[in-house]
RNA sequence: GGGCCCGUAGCUUAGCCUGGUGGAGCGCACGGCUGAUAACCGUGAGGUCCUGCGUUCGAAUCGCAGCGGGCCCA
């Protein structure tokens, strides 16, 4: 039996509930079952960070993650898919520090390396588990229970075996380069991990002597002085002009200075030069060669042992002197020109941030504070052309926020490089969503991509299994546990974390013992093998066999550079293919402004407070429907709001008829469509034509994942079709006490569209749309799914679709609303019946649609008789009037202008007309007696409306509403004004439907009266009344008794409640 | 500084690919309905389509330049 819901729409209590039943009956598992065997669809989750805390791009995230899932499952797909965890990584060691409240890498050491990596296993457990019932109270249908997580076994030893296919490919290579660096953390950082924000630097001028000409330098410019005592050369760019320039400085003496044409005068301007000339013009070319003394040589000793020469390079650009400083050991760009001109690299910086021995005086001093005793060091020598600051954007590390460095150190590669091509054309293999994201973005970047620099020298991630030979030095790759335990001294049980794998040694062939390089994998590296990893692979290869690659992934425009990059570069070097086939890549959540949310700038929007406020199922329409997946979402409260009020709308149009139909023992197993397919009124199967095309737009919405269209064409009906339209319209058919079929026709129909409606709403609003189906079907039908989400998606049938009676109907649907237009014009309330409605169409398509639905069109309109006109025939009870044109008649008439406009005003309009219209001109007669011709441009003709007639146009033509009052219209509009009343009263006293009353109407107004009395039948049944006494003088003795205004005419009203009355007796 | 995306009513947006008088919803004002009633519905006002230049008979739409926002990079 279907059970009536009286409540308001309380999206928290029935999400609790519905998140109760799910759980009872393993509701997830059995629909995940339920389609073994189907087509494949495998899906991979891209792994959130274990930070403990979701926010509402996470939640955005996984929402639409489960719509798709839930929207193939119904479309019958066997759907593979874990969540997934990232659960290594410097970000909980930054946090595990702080909780610990250590500094540096010592007081880790110190600590314990095992004690602290217990600390971390630990914090990213109790993190996953936190965020794991935060994402299920959003209604996400992950497999929760058994998700994939970074930290297992079986995942590193995937990690494992994808270096070994690396180091079996020659992609693997240990090597010195340039890395981006953090002094606090002491590891290497990726450059994805590095946040660039503003921050203030020095910026100084500096001369370098040149070796081969007296009092001659070349000037250049940096904004890290602590550089300079590693620097090995000077770039100029090739085909730049440079000018050789003999200028006074400001204590008066003459110097040679060497820079690029162009910026000769800024640059002399910042040292406060006070005259110059140009000696010499030439390009970058003609200058290489040239040495120069290092200006810190006499401080850093080591620089004496060094030749330094202006080299040419085409990065260098023409700003602040056009010549560049370089530091191999300290630049990307330097490191290059460095390796082209056999430089050789010195990098007298160490890992925390501090110079080491090779530098000299400054050896031991942290490179921050460098700067300054550089800057003065520069200054003594007269070095020093200019000092001033500057502001610019500064890489940082993405955790601490320390201020990275740039430091040639030996890290481990994957040569990205060797395999780029092959990655490009794979991208070419891949379906993006949208298209540009792939074809625009990735593409540029996978383009610019560099070597994968995936060592990291910290303690909380997989470690690389890379042993060395202590002797030899040869290296060995271990790709399994097994493998390692094999190999190695471990016993059986052995954990691969460090420092546990840090104490296996290897024997290496040449006799020597081999020890693992103490490195961790960069994170990225984790996740990006999370394909095949969820699958178990390399351990069992069934379930690879079967799933990989993935049907889909889906993340935010940030993973372009992060999870597609990594995991496609993984999966070349492992599988030498694609490991995604299609790819939609979303937005980001803003704050209302468009600016992005941040801790700092507290604009941060928790979606667990979304949630508690209006529910999952609001939460997740919002973020669906807002936009489009792709572009970002500016998070609006009032547009949260107004999402609640839509489900609310859907709410009370779905609880709106049950009580009717629990009253009546509906039973829509008796009453199937069949049954009542000949009984259909038109507005039935309009309704039903309409749900077909919904689900047609849905489909189409859905085969490019346009989610937003999707939820846009469902919200659509059932806020225009089904609320405001079909519930109107059948709204008397459920008031029928009796039997009837026309009844349970409606009823039948409604029920259809609500189940439809719940498989529809299934993958977006999946909570409202389980309550529905569980009374709607599983209250009726104990066999039917046990969930919602176990049904078929509805298949659109064809047979049911109409597009010439929805084409009607819209015609009728915009008649109504044109003739309450026309009824607010003469006043005319719609409670009021007017004695007819004319309508002048413009075709024959609202012609027929008037024919086709006039009962509707009566009903709505609320119209005794509706008066249909041919197209373009004119309505005949029209007034004409004739409007002359001063303008036209003054020049012709001159002085008898004004009694022509006189003569056209008191002319008979139809005569002028017809006259005008066949010979062009008519003759009017003045006050002279005289006659004076009118031409069709001294006047206008308008059409004019009766008193009583107010007329509106619709999308079809014109719709005259006739208001004319009769006494029949009258005893009409009153009694419904007096039935009005006393069901407020009815409801004031919260009577139920059913109870009968004794009502007394005392009325100030002998014709009311007798009105009103005409339709006391009629009143007496709409308000259940036993007893009825309408009279200008009676008393109104009662229960509750109310004066009103009705009309202007007072009226007393009386009503008790019969049991009370009864109880009396 | 570079790549990609976004900019339409007070707010959220459709339309842009394929040029032809800019549509909705919310909010606001006024009104209707009163057996969905703490619900539902109608009408109305409200727009430099970010700015400028260009192409075109015609530009929200195409092109160029700029401004603002976002992501990524340098």
Not at 186 to 191: R, V
Not at 548 to 571: K, M, V
Not at 836 to 855: C, M, Q, T, W, Y
Request: proline residues 4%.
């Amino acid at each position: 039996m279907l059970q009536e819901i009286t409540s308001q729409y309380n999206a928290n209590k029935i999400e609790k509930n519905i998140h109760r039943f799910w759980e009872e009956n393993n509701a997830y598992k059995r629909v995940r079952e339920s389609r073994e065997g189907a087509s494949k669809f495998f899906f991979v989750d891209g792994p959130p960070y274990t930070t403990g805390h979701i926010h509402l791009g996470t939640a955005w995230n996984k929402v639409i993650k489960d719509s798709i899932l839930r929207y193939f499952s119904m479309n019958n797909y066997d759907i593979h898919e874990r969540a997934g965890w990232d659960m290594h990584g410097l970000p909980i060691e930054v946090k595990v520090e702080g909780i610990l409240g250590f500094q540096s890498k010592k007081d880790i050491e110190t600590y314990g390396v095992g004690n602290f990596i217990n600390k971390c296993k630990n914090f990213a457990i109790e993190q996953k588990d936190n965020m794991t019932e935060q994402f299920k109270s959003l209604g996400v249908w992950l497999d929760w229970e058994n998700p994939y997580m970074t930290l297992r076994d079986e995942y590193i030893e995937a990690a494992w075996w994808t270096l070994k296919q690396a180091y079996d490919k020659d992609l693997l290579e240990e090597g010195q380069r340039v890395v981006n660096w953090c002094p606090r953390c002491e590891t290497a950082i990726a450059d994805s991990e590095v946040d660039y924000f503003e921050i203030t630097d020095p910026s100084i001028y500096i001369k370098f002597r040149l070796k081969e000409e007296e009092n001659t330098y070349v000037v250049i410019w940096t904004t890290t002085p602590w550089t300079i005592p590693s620097n090995m050369a000077v770039a100029v760019h090739p085909s730049f002009e440079y000018s050789k320039v003999k200028a006074t400085n400001p204590e008066g003496n003459d110097e040679v200075l060497i820079l690029a044409s162009d910026l000769v005068e800024d640059v002399l301007k910042q040292g406060r030069y006070t005259d110059y000339e140009v000696l010499e013009k030439m390009s970058g070319k003609d200058l290489e060669g040239l040495s120069y003394h290092h200006p810190l040589a006499d401080a850093v000793s080591k620089q004496a042992e060094f030749e330094h020469n202006i080299y040419t390079a085409d990065y260098v650009t023409a700003e602040k002197t056009g010549c560049v400083h370089i530091a191999p050991g300290h630049g990307m760009e330097d490191f290059e020109v460095g390796v082209e001109n056999g430089i050789p690299v010195f990098c007298p910086v160490g890992a925390d941030g501090k110079y080491l021995d090779e530098a000299g005086k400054y050896s031991g001093e942290h490179i921050r504070d460098a700067n300054q005793t550089i800057i003065n060091d520069l200054k003594h020598r007269g070095v020093l052309l200019a000092e001033e600051s500057i502001n610019h954007r500064y890489g940082h590390c993405w955790r601490c926020k320390t201020p990275n460095i740039y430091l040639a150190t030996v890290q481990w590669f994957l040569k990205i490089s060797d395999i780029k091509q092959n990655m490009l054309s794979e991208i070419q293999k891949v379906d993006w969503y949208p298209e540009w994201a792939g074809t625009s973005r990735f593409k540029d970047w996978v383009e610019g991509a560099r070597d994968w620099c995936i060592s990291r020298q910290r303690y909380w991630g997989i470690p690389i299994p890379v042993w060395k030979c202590s002797s030899c030095g040869s290296i060995d790759v271990v790709g399994t546990k097994q493998e390692l335990i094999k190999k190695s001294n471990a016993g059986k049980h052995i954990e691969l974390h460090r420092p546990y794998v840090d104490d296996l040694t290897i024997e290496c062939d040449c006799g020597g013992s081999m020890s693992r390089v103490e490195d961790v994998f960069d994170v990225w590296f984790d996740s990006a093998v999370a394909s095949w990893a969820t699958l178990g692979y390399p351990q069992s290869e069934e379930d690879f066999h079967r799933w990989w690659p993935a049907d889909f992934i889906t993340e935010g425009h940030d993973q372009t550079r992060g999870w597609f990059y990594s995991q496609l570069g993984a999966s070349m070097v492992a599988f030498e293919q694609s490991p995604y086939e299609s790819v939609m890549m979303h937005g980001f959540t803003l704050d209302k402004y468009g600016k992005k949310m941040s801790k700092s700038q507290g604009n941060v929007v928790d979606p667990l407070e979304v949630v508690d406020k209006y529910g999952a199922d609001t939460l997740r329409a919002y973020v669906l429907s807002t936009s489009a997946p792709w572009d970002d979402l500016k998070f609006n409260w009032e547009g949260v709001n107004q999402v609640y009020s839509n489900l609310n709308i859907l709410w009370n149009v779905y609880r709106f008829p049950i009580p009717y139909m629990v009253l009546d023992n509906f039973d829509p197993k008796q009453v199937s469509m069949d049954l009542i397919s000949k009984h259909l009124r038109k507005e039935d199967k309009w309704i039903l034509s309409r749900m077909q095309s919904v689900i047609k737009d849905v489909d189409d919405a859905m085969s490019d994942y346009q989610l937003h269209k999707a939820i846009r064409a469902i919200n659509e009906f059932v806020l225009e079709d089904l609320s405001r339209w079909y519930i109107q319209l059948i709204r008397p058919r459920t008031w029928v006490e009796s039997e009837d079929p026309d009844k349970l026709v409606a009823y039948r129909v409604l029920y259809d569209v609500f189940v439809t409606l719940s498989k529809l709403i299934a993958p977006f609003t999946p909570h409202m749309a389980e309550e529905m189906y569980q009374n709607l079907v599983r209250n009726v039908d104990q066999y039917a799914p046990i969930t919602v989400h176990m049904n078929d998606w509805p298949l659109p049938e064809e047979e049911k679709v109409d597009k010439e009676l929805e084409s009607h109907m819209q015609i009728a649907r915009s008649i109504v609303e044109s003739s309450a237009n026309a009824r607010q014009k003469v006043k005319r309330k719609l409670r009021w019946p007017v004695s007819r409605i004319v309508v002048a169409p413009d075709d024959k398509e609202a012609s027929n649609a008037v024919d086709n639905l006039r009962s509707v069109l009566m009903d709505q309109t609320n119209a005794k008789d509706i008066e249909l006109l041919d197209p373009d025939e004119e309505w005949s009870e029209l007034g004409l009037e004739a409007i002359p044109d001063p303008s036209a008649i003054g020049p012709v008439f001159k002085k008898n202008a004004g009694d022509v406009i006189n003569a056209i005003k008191s002319s008979n309009p139809s005569e002028l007309k017809e006259s005008i219209d066949s010979y062009g001109e008519s003759s009017v007669s003045l006050s002279d007696s005289s006659a004076a011709t009118v031409t069709s441009d001294m006047v206008n003709f308008q059409r004019t409306l009766p008193d009583t007639v107010a007329s509106a146009e619709f999308e079809g033509g014109i719709v005259y509403v006739d208001a004319t009052l009769t006494s029949d219209i009258e005893s009409e509009g009153f009694a419904r004004e007096v039935i009005r009343r006393v069901q407020d009263m009815r409801k004031e006293l919260d009577l139920s439907v059913e109870e009968n009353v004794k009502s007394l109407i005392k009325i100030d107004d002998e014709r009311v009266a007798e009105l009103v009395k005409n339709m006391e039948t009629y009143i007496s049944k709409e308000v259940r009344a036993d007893t009825l006494v309408i009279g200008t003088n009676i008393s109104t003795d009662g229960d509750y008794v109310k004066d009103w205004n009705v009309e202007g005419i007072p009226m007393e009203i009386a009503i008790s409640p019969l049991e009370s009355s009864s109880g009396n007796v």
